[in-house]
């Protein structure tokens, strides 16, 4: 380095003589002192050097361009040093590292174990008859434990209970058969069972995220890198996908029995949800999206965009086959920094031809977890209160927040389907991800009184029967963004459609086959044309207003009522969708692509 503009100190000692003269401009004197070395070098002005060395030192050359300092000896004693801790530091750093990793393992694997043997010791026929509790109390507080019960934390306003499985020689039962594939298969027309495989970007979701804190999800514009390939109009009809829970629920005899069927069925909506963690496109105002299935399954389904700020759905389905269900959900979603809550604000409605049962629930909130760092996962928690506003039954379902260091099983759902004098019929209990099972009361008593002075109801109970049943996977869903085999069809090409339908959405369309770079060009497109549209009818709005008129934003299909029940306004289906597909006349849809 001596022709390189270097002062070099030995042979491993490099400064750049640039750096010298850049530092010289805020500093008027330097000193370099190395105390284990015996050595101080002072520099004042950069026009000439005043050295100092009471170690070993020579001075070769006056302040020139280039100086060699030699301190042979001293200067390489003292990098042995520095290289040797600095080894040893990087040792103590790595082990450090290798026994968390070790240990992240090791919890992980412990949970995995006690969650399989939780399933296996619940599933074994011998162990059918054992005590299985579920043990509530008024205030969530913890009550007396015994080896061979289970407890868990309490409902707010939910009765205490335990229940115990009774002797199947001395009861009869006249239920249904358990849940089976077999019995929901039928004829229907061949659709596709796979979608192009999800393309491998990476992209940093923090990177979006920590500028959007405490701001509305709908308001953040978000590259189609996080979406999946379907709408919340798609994802809101996936909510059918067990569709066959309510042509059951048709059948049964008793309304506390069928409430079990509905509550099922409410469950059942959240087991796609499990491994989705990719958010679907927010639909834009006047998007539609229709399914269906009267040949095949006996319903149909319309949804609409009815509200973009907040961002409202209205969804009505009819069944030939005895039921209908309407609702309108406005989802309320905010960033906590370290995960996102997603919290759908609507009341269901689900009401049965023949009897005239009316019931009403409304859905859990949903929790994105790691969003800052690790793998993301989501889980649901809160609790579901199901009326029949006809004969006045009630169900109380809690779904328990996931915990690592929980007794419950991951996931669980618990509650009791009373009767309008209180009486309590049935016990529910299994996961959102995986299954529910019913059991039916045969005897009730009031148990012991806890140390905190409450008691708690012990429920006598059949042998648990399957309600409900996760269907697998298709094969390579994890290459397909995790879809069912429903969601694998909800996004397929059809013919007849409105054209404001989402198969028709252009950006939907070309993340779908793989093309994201398109599909973000074309995302910003139709965002940016929503937003002309909505400015030129709040511009129309205000002149409305100025003429003593009132002018808001009025959905295709739907029309806005007081619901009589719950005494809020939501849209309802007026009809005509259906009338227009089957003339082909789409002259009255807007053009929102």
Request: include cysteine.
């Amino acid at each position: 380095g001596m022709t390189s503009g270097h002062y070099q100190l030995g042979l491993d000692l490099k400064v750049s003589a640039y750096d010298y003269q850049s530092y010289s401009h805020s500093v008027s004197s330097f000193i370099l002192y190395c105390d284990q070395l015996d050595l101080c070098i002072h520099l004042g002005s950069w026009d000439k050097l005043i050295g100092s060395c009471t170690g070993n030192c020579q001075v070769l050359a006056p302040w020139e361009p280039d100086i060699y300092f030699l301190f042979p000896q001293a200067c390489r004693d003292f990098l042995e040093l520095a290289e040797t801790h600095s080894r040893k530091w990087q040792r103590t750093l790595q082990y450090e590292r290798e026994q968390r990793i070790r240990l992240e393992e090791t919890i992980e694997q412990l949970a995995k174990q006690h969650n399989s043997l939780e399933r296996a010791c619940r599933g074994a026929p011998g162990l059918s008859s054992s005590t299985t509790g579920i043990t509530n109390t008024t205030k969530g507080e913890a009550s007396d434990e015994d080896e061979e019960t289970e407890y868990f934390d309490a409902m707010e306003d939910a009765p205490a209970f335990i229940t115990v499985t009774a002797d199947p020689k001395h009861h009869s039962e006249g239920h249904p058969e358990d849940w089976t594939l077999e019995d929901n298969v039928s004829v229907s027309k061949r659709r596709r069972t796979r979608v192009p495989d999800k393309p491998n970007y990476s992209l940093n979701l923090w990177s979006i995220m920590k500028n959007c804190i405490g701001k509305e999800l709908s308001k953040i514009p978000m590259p189609v890198n996080f979406n999946e390939p379907l709408s919340m109009l798609q994802r809101l009809t996936e909510d059918l996908e067990y569709h066959e829970l309510l042509d059951k629920a048709v059948k049964c005899e008793s309304s506390t029995e069928q409430m079990c069927f509905v509550a099922a069925f409410s469950v059942s909506s959240y087991s796609t949800t499990v491994h989705r963690t990719a958010k679907p496109f927010n639909p834009l105002l006047g998007e539609t999206y229709e399914l269906d299935r009267l040949d095949e399954f006996g319903f149909r389904s319309l949804c609409e965009q009815v509200s973009h700020h907040p961002p409202a759905a209205a969804h009505h389905v009819f069944s030939k086959r005895g039921w209908t269900l309407w609702q309108e959900i406005t989802i309320a979603s905010k960033f906590r920094g370290k995960y996102l809550s997603i919290m759908p604000l609507g009341a269901i409605h689900l009401e049965f031809h023949s009897s005239g049962n009316h019931y009403v629930w409304r859905k859990v909130t949903s929790t994105v977890h790691n969003i800052i760092v690790g793998k993301l996962w989501i889980d649901q928690s809160g609790e579901i209160e199901i009326i029949n506003h006809k004969s006045k039954d009630k169900c109380q379902l809690k779904f328990t927040p996931y915990s690592y260091f929980s007794r419950d099983i991951p996931r669980k759902v618990t509650g009791v389907v009373t009767d309008a004098d209180g009486k309590a019929h049935y016990v529910m209990s299994g996961t959102w991800d995986e299954k529910m099972e019913y059991s039916k009361i045969v005897q009730s008593s009031h148990g012991n009184t806890s140390s905190e002075g409450k008691q708690k109801t012990v429920y006598q109970t059949l042998t648990p029967k399957v309600l409900w049943k996760k269907y697998p996977l298709p094969e390579n869903a994890e290459n397909m963004y995790f879809f069912s085999d429903l969601a694998l069809t909800l996004n397929e090409p059809e013919e007849r459609v409105a054209p404001t339908d989402s198969r028709l959405r252009p950006d939907q369309r070309l993340m779908e086959n793989g093309k994201w770079d398109e599909a973000n060009v074309e995302k910003q497109r139709l965002e940016e044309k929503q937003r002309a549209v909505r400015r030129r009818r709040e511009a129309e709005a205000v002149e409305a207003l100025e003429e003593g008129e009132f002018d808001c934003y009025i959905p295709l299909w739907f029309e806005r009522k007081v619901d009589p029940l719950t005494g809020e306004l939501i849209c309802i289906y007026k009809g005509g969708y259906w009338e227009a597909k089957e003339k082909q006349d789409w002259s009255m849809c807007p053009d929102i692509f």
